[in-house]
């Protein structure tokens, strides 16, 4: 009886183990930055955490992951200033990593060595949201992001205008916190909003009748009000915008 105990004992240890050695090499980056350039630039950066390795491609956050890195591409973006990190695609080029926590500030850190004042950028999180007595977090593979930590990243970056979209759960739940100077930040519902929503920001950047006031170009503040109007109003989009007049993206 002993033996079997002594082994079974033996089992525990080894996948206690093993779950704590994962799950420090998880929470490691592992993109590396150091062949990306560094000239002043325009940066855009998408990260999408997603959920089912095998469907992953029919996620709706894998494809407005993808559909923003195009639209940046078609605008005439370098496709060296958009990082994208999406979780289970490993083979595909254009992505630089899995959405993890450490990938994720290893990314922001980043950019704040090579934004400057004159820098437009772009953040996108799509995932899925949560709110408990801590605040406001999306869970990742690794670590669970919290609002206060992703403003922490924010507040260290150099930029001209800064556009942030959420797509997630309780997204609005992180605008008071990143909400700051400069910045439009976007989120696809309301704070207490705890349903996945069809909020598509990519839809409107690309659908001329979002061009509400017919000149031609369609600002980001256009696609937020397009997407409200008629995707998701019940889910109350919302948005802070601490920067004067309207923001297009570079191209536009």
Not at 127 to 143: A, M, R
Not at 195 to 206: H, I, P
Not at 211 to 230: H, K, L, M, V
């Amino acid at each position: 009886m002993w033996q079997k105990l002594a082994a079974m004992a033996l089992v525990v240890t080894m996948l206690t183990t093993l779950a704590y050695s994962t799950s420090a090499e998880m929470a490691a980056p592992t993109v590396d930055f150091s062949q990306t350039p560094t000239e002043q630039a325009d940066w855009v950066f998408i990260a999408a955490a997603l959920h089912d390795p095998v469907n992953y491609m029919d996620d709706p956050d894998y494809q407005e992951a993808m559909a923003l890195h195009d639209y940046f591409l078609g605008l005439g973006f370098d496709e060296e200033h958009i990082i994208l990190l999406v979780d289970y695609d490993t083979m595909n080029p254009i992505v630089d990593g899995a959405a993890t926590k450490g990938n994720i500030f290893a990314a922001l850190d980043f950019l704040a060595t090579v934004s400057t004042s004159d820098s437009f950028l772009f953040i996108g999180i799509l995932n899925l949201g949560h709110e408990s007595g801590d605040g406001f977090w999306v869970q990742l593979s690794d670590e669970p992001l919290y609002d206060c930590d992703l403003d922490t990243k924010l507040d260290a970056l150099t930029y001209d205008e800064m556009v942030v979209t959420l797509v997630f759960r309780y997204s609005g739940g992180f605008l008071p916190e990143i909400g700051q100077s400069g910045r439009l930040c976007i989120a696809s519902c309301k704070n207490n909003i705890d349903v996945d929503t069809d909020f598509r920001l990519s839809n409107a950047l690309t659908n001329p009748n979002a061009d509400w006031n017919g000149n031609g170009r369609i600002s980001f503040e256009e696609a937020f009000w397009d997407q409200w109007s008629w995707a998701n109003w019940e889910y109350n989009p919302t948005a802070k915008d601490k920067i004067w007049g309207s923001v297009y993206a570079p191209g536009a």
